[in-house]
């Protein structure tokens, strides 16, 4: 059922698997592609160091050298996230995806020539520029592919992003190996593929529309909304939704797109806004980056002899493919909510097992409980925040929560980079029980919080956290009265219709 010949076009999984591909993929291999070759890394920045200067970086400076090229990525990321609603006001959902590639061949090209100029600031700048790109796609993907879709698959296609950068984190995990590109002449090119997808990427995706609901509710340009619609949907109606995208718009409070700083005093959105910065801020802060950041020193910790743990962690990487797709084909079925609250419950046993674990030296379980957290995220935390932050908000908001939202989310993934060393250094085993209070609260503020939202209209939705915004029904209501009069007006639409419209307010 979920796949009903009438909703999923070719063309809809097309533009997913083109714009995930291009795009998702890149920041799940920028995050895991600095695991394997920090060595050899290491290496090249104190050789360069010694040839500058004539004498070598102590091990703490390469530490801290090593650590900036790690987390600068990060950075990049909420740089990227700031611009993030600007450019999609100024050239659209699909206009920004295919001019934000020229950043990945250039961050492509420092990374992938830094080794022949003897040059480690340019791995930096590459890192940066990278981390850039993947700040402003990880919010646009989302909110493109929420646009485009038919209210029965938002959830499904949302969450094909959240597939890919699980691909992303596995593919960077196998071409790592040893066998592949994980020997120290190879790590320049091993940084740089990311060029390839996006050549992919830059070649197709022109060729596909931009979303209806920018076309027509941002650029009020109806023939190219119809154009569009024709092409992401089969045969059905498509007026219907055309007037869906309308209804949308008359119930906006305004037709400019709202600053952040907009978005942060609008009364009527507070919950939504709350909402966003819980999922946010939980899905980083669960203790996912620090077991990502650390899986090999953990697996060595459980006594796995070091030569293998490579393939442990290439085992992980399927283990996360596999839960993103286990969310993604039943998300329409169950729902957000079980998927975020059975997600972000199971992680959090998950984090007190690692610590009774650790106390009690049980190295098998602690591995088992690694494997659990990674699971439980992909399922449903992996990629959820970003699809509910596009089904909380009215076209005129969207590009507003993407901003807040994905900045908070580089910054959690940042400070957990940055801190969770010192946090493991000062709190030993019992700094996964911090994990556990911020998932097991996540799980509790969506239990009670969070309304379902599948199968809902965007307008739908807005009305569902109006009573708890203090915005009460009537008030609404008496606008949609107010707004189907003028429609009526508008559209020389007949009385039968405004009838219907108000009695449609009244339930």
């Known amino acids: 059922s979920l796949f009903s010949k009438s909703s999923l076009t070719k063309s809809l999984l097309a533009v997913a698997f083109l714009a995930s591909f291009g795009s998702s993929m890149l920041y799940g291999y920028n995050l895991a592609v600095v695991n394997s070759p920090a060595e050899y890394i290491k290496a090249f920045y104190n050789q360069t160091m010694v040839a500058r200067n004539g004498t070598g970086l102590d091990d703490k400076t390469l530490t801290l050298f090593y650590s900036v090229t790690v987390s600068v990525f990060a950075i990049g990321g909420m740089v990227g996230s700031l611009m993030v609603g600007i450019l999609v006001t100024r050239f659209g959902r699909k206009g920004t995806l295919v001019r934000i590639t020229c950043l990945v061949f250039i961050g492509g090209a420092f990374m992938g020539f830094s080794r022949s100029f003897g040059s480690p600031e340019m791995i930096i700048v590459g890192r940066f520029i990278t981390g850039v790109h993947s700040g402003i796609s990880l919010s646009v993907v989302p909110m493109y592919l929420g646009e485009i879709a038919p209210k029965n698959l938002r959830g499904f296609l949302g969450l094909v992003p959240s597939i890919f950068i699980c691909v992303g984190v596995f593919i960077a995990q196998i071409l790592g190996l040893h066998e592949l590109l994980g020997k120290e002449e190879h790590w320049p090119l091993f940084l740089s593929l990311v060029v390839i997808p996006t050549m992919f990427q830059l070649m197709l995706l022109p060729w596909f529309p931009e979303s209806p609901r920018y076309l027509l509710i941002e650029k009020r340009n109806v023939h190219a909304t119809i154009t569009a619609l024709k092409w992401y949907r089969s045969k059905v109606n498509i ?6 995208m309308q209804e949308e718009q008359r119930s906006m409070s305004s037709v400019q797109t709202v600053s952040v700083i907009g978005l942060l005093k609008d009364r009527s959105v507070r919950w939504q806004v709350i909402t966003i910065v ?14 990502w950041f650390y899986t090999n020193a953990i697996f060595e910790n459980a006594g796995i002899p070091v030569p293998q743990i490579q393939y442990t962690t290439v085992g992980t990487g399927a283990i996360e493919v596999i839960a993103g797709c286990v969310g993604c084909f039943t998300i329409e079925r169950l729902g957000r909510r079980p998927l975020m ?11 007190a097992g690692i610590t009774l674990s650790l106390m009690f030296q049980s190295h098998y379980i602690s591995v088992a409980c690694v ?10 935390p992996a990629g959820v925040p970003f699809l509910i932050t596009a089904e909380l908000f009215k076209q005129s908001h969207r ?6 939202a994905g900045c908070l989310n580089w910054l959690s993934n940042f400070t957990i980079g940055f801190v969770f060393p010192f946090l493991q250094m000062s709190a030993g085993a019992y700094c996964y029980l911090v994990f556990f209070g911020v998932c097991t609260a996540v799980a509790a503020y969506v239990f009670f919080i969070v309304p379902e939202t599948k199968n809902k209209t965007f307008v739908e939705i807005s009305q569902m956290f109006a009573a708890r915004n203090g915005m009460l029904e009537e008030e609404s209501s008496e606008l949609g009265v107010f707004n189907s009069l ?3 007006k508008m559209n020389g639409y007949g009385a039968v219709d405004l009838e219907y419209d108000v009695i449609e307010n009244k339930k």
Do not use: R
């Open 239 to 244: 007026q219907a939704e055309i007037e869906e």
């Open 278 to 291: 819980v999922v946010n801020i939980g899905m980083q802060l669960s203790g996912i980056d620090a077991i």
């Open 341 to 351: 609250i059975g997600g972000f419950t199971f992680m959090g046993i998950c984090c």
């Open 371 to 380: 494997v659990g957290i990674i699971a439980g995220f992909c399922i449903g």
């Open 399 to 404: 590009p507003a929560a993407y901003t807040v």
């Open 486 to 488: 003028k429609l009526a």
